[in-house]
């Protein structure tokens, strides 16, 4: 019996198939068939039963299942204790982040602490809040940096940052002279956002509804690719009013492409956490990485304010 068996045996009790299995495994399905096969074999014993599509532990299976967890996370915990004494030297990790982070700071994060860690491969996975959440719960990342709070128990939540909603215009638009713009001045405007259903938008209209105010955008973003950078362009070009997250925008602002209007009366702000399984969060490779987080935090996110020059790497 090899790790590599109990490996691909645990991923198929979790997927519930051979092929599923196949794939997270990046091996093929006639591969992952031979391996449990040769395990039951050698055991003397069947660990699976087909029912409907999916396949089903056998009791044998399940009593197998509960030593092979206990074993593989011994050896993830020696790997981890061999990390410490490497200092860190090589490693993998997986990290997920919802649209916000990943549309901002955490890509940035990410090549700057493989910059400090050469022999670390990072995976950085973009997704939905509540796919991250489930990821995270099976496995297949080990940390997530989102703006939704998971309500599973196994995980827990640090309180990373705020992204704030910013209202963008083109350089030399009127508004950008005033040193406070009202909401009321704003809704005049021709606004740019995306449709329906996607957080800024729905945020932004809320707060017009709360001031009473007419919210009648003249342009909606679809685009299935890219739709915060179509609505950068579309204002750029002067054809209205944007609303995006300000760390979106802070590259544009600081290379005099778009303008960020004072507006007291939006006010719109989305926490970030960083979220950990419980079971993992000993992990030196993820203390690691969470570590590094708050680091760029301090040295370049400021609070969420505009992004600063690149830090110094930590010691």
């Known amino acids: 019996m090899t790790l590599y068996q109990l490996e691909v045996f645990s991923t198929v009790a979790r997927l519930g198939s051979f092929t599923l299995a196949g794939k997270e495994l990046s ?66 990790i997986s990290v997920g982040g919802s649209a916000i982070a990943g549309a901002s700071f955490l890509p940035a994060v990410v090549q700057a602490f493989k910059s400090h860690y050469p022999g670390f491969e990072v995976i950085l996975r973009i997704h939905k809040s509540e796919f991250l959440e489930k990821e995270l719960l099976e496995g297949q990342i080990d940390l997530a940096v989102m703006s939704r709070v998971p309500d599973s128990s196994p995980l827990t939540a640090e309180p990373y940052c705020e992204e704030e909603i910013v209202v963008i215009a083109p350089p030399k638009h009127p508004l950008t002279e005033r040193l406070s713009v009202p909401l009321e001045l704003i809704a005049r405007e021709p606004l740019i956002l995306q449709k329906k259903g996607r957080l800024v938008r729905d945020l932004v209209e809320l707060k017009f509804v709360e001031k009473a105010l007419p919210f009648l955008p003249i342009l909606e973003i679809d685009a299935p690719l890219g739709p915060k950078d ?86």
Not at 59 to 82: F, P, S, T, V
Not at 257 to 268: C, G, K, N, R
């Open 27 to 92: 091996v093929r399905q006639p591969s992952v068939s031979l391996v449990v096969g040769g395990l039951a074999r050698e055991l003397g014993v069947k660990l699976f039963e087909r029912l409907g599509t999916r396949m089903h532990l056998t009791q044998a299976g399940e009593h197998l299942l509960h030593r092979a967890e206990e074993i593989l996370a011994r050896a993830e915990e020696a790997k981890e204790r061999m990390n410490q004494i490497t200092g860190l030297k090589r490693g993998k």
């Open 230 to 315: 179509a609505i950068k362009s579309a204002v750029a070009s002067g054809l209205g009013i944007g609303f995006l997250f300000k760390h979106y925008v802070a590259a544009d602002v600081q290379a005099g492409w778009l303008d960020v209007l004072t507006a007291p009366e939006l006010q719109i702000k989305v926490p970030i956490c960083i979220v950990v399984h419980k079971r993992r969060a000993d992990s030196s490779t993820i203390r690691a990485f969470v570590e590094f987080l708050r680091f760029y935090r301090e040295q370049t996110l400021n609070l969420g304010g505009a992004r600063r020059e690149q830090p110094a790497q930590p010691q």
